[in-house]
T-cell receptor
Framework: EAQVTQNPRYLITVTGKKLTVTCSQN?????MSWYRQDPGLGLRQIYY???????DKGDVPEGYKVSRKEKRNFPLILESPSPNQTSLYFC?????????????FGEGSRLTVL | AQSVTQPDIHITVSEGASLELRCNYS??????LFWYVQSPGQGLQLLLKYFSGDTLVQGIKGFEAEFKRSQSSFNLRKPSVHWSDAAEYFCAVGVGSSGNQFYFGTGTSLTVIP
């Protein structure tokens, strides 16, 4: 089954404790991206990757890091989480950006930073 | 700056009634336009997209949307709403040289009453 898998789905952590949210897709998509969803703000793009070893900042990259060492994986790293990073996070992939297809979303990862 | 506006935070319609969800965007050129739907606890699913050509586009689940350049709008419509259409709807634009930066509206929550 074609899918985007995120882990963990739910996480409660404390300020400053490094964490990684993994994202994996099995569709051989070149393009992957991360979003955060906050009430009243919709989804905002954090980082995106056009292919392996190619990443770029989205609209709200501060406080986040990403890496793309393999085509299927695109982890989101919070080196020193803060309470304002409490949010619902979505990973998405596409065959090649939005020009050729749709974004396939994972089910989301709800992060709480205390 | 690019922006996407969905002026209706919440809409309630009766089952069988028609539906129109509004979306306006602010961008210098014609962006790539999308509507996504998010069911509770799920990721987002593409309903339809507009890249070029016919300004009336058909999507899944009986939805359609019309691009109006003069109004910078991309409103979503459905002639007869079903109870299963209750969800959150997001309008989005893809901009940039490769359409790889995305801006989402804040969403419209749809309630369907029997």
């Amino acid at each position: 089954e074609a899918q985007v898998t995120q882990n963990p789905r739910y996480l409660i952590t404390v300020t400053g404790k490094k964490l990684t949210v993994t994202c994996s897709q099995n569709m051989n998509h070149e393009y992957m991206s991360w979003y955060r969803q906050d009430p009243g703000l919709g989804l905002r793009q954090i980082y995106y990757s056009m292919n392996v070893e190619v990443t770029d900042k989205g609209d709200v990259p501060e406080g986040y890091k990403v890496s793309r060492k393999e085509k299927r994986n695109f982890p989101l790293i919070l080196e020193s989480p803060s309470p304002n990073q409490t949010s619902l996070y979505f990973c998405a992939s596409s065959l090649f950006g939005q020009y050729t297809g749709e974004l396939f979303f994972g089910e989301g990862s709800r992060l709480t930073v205390l | 700056a690019q922006s996407v506006t969905q002026p209706d935070i919440h809409i309630t319609v009766s089952e069988g009634a028609s539906l129109e969800l509004r979306c306006n965007y602010s961008y210098g050129a014609t962006p790539y336009l999308f509507w996504y739907v998010q069911s509770p606890g799920q990721g987002l699913q593409l309903l339809l997209k507009y890249f070029s050509g016919d300004t009336l586009v058909q999507g899944i689940k009986g939805f359609e949307a019309e691009f109006k350049r003069s109004q910078s709008s991309f409103n979503l419509r459905k002639p007869s709403v079903h109870w299963s259409d209750a969800a959150e709807y997001f309008c989005a634009v893809g901009v940039g040289s490769s359409g790889n930066q995305f801006y989402f509206g804040t969403g419209t929550s749809l309630t369907v009453i029997p």
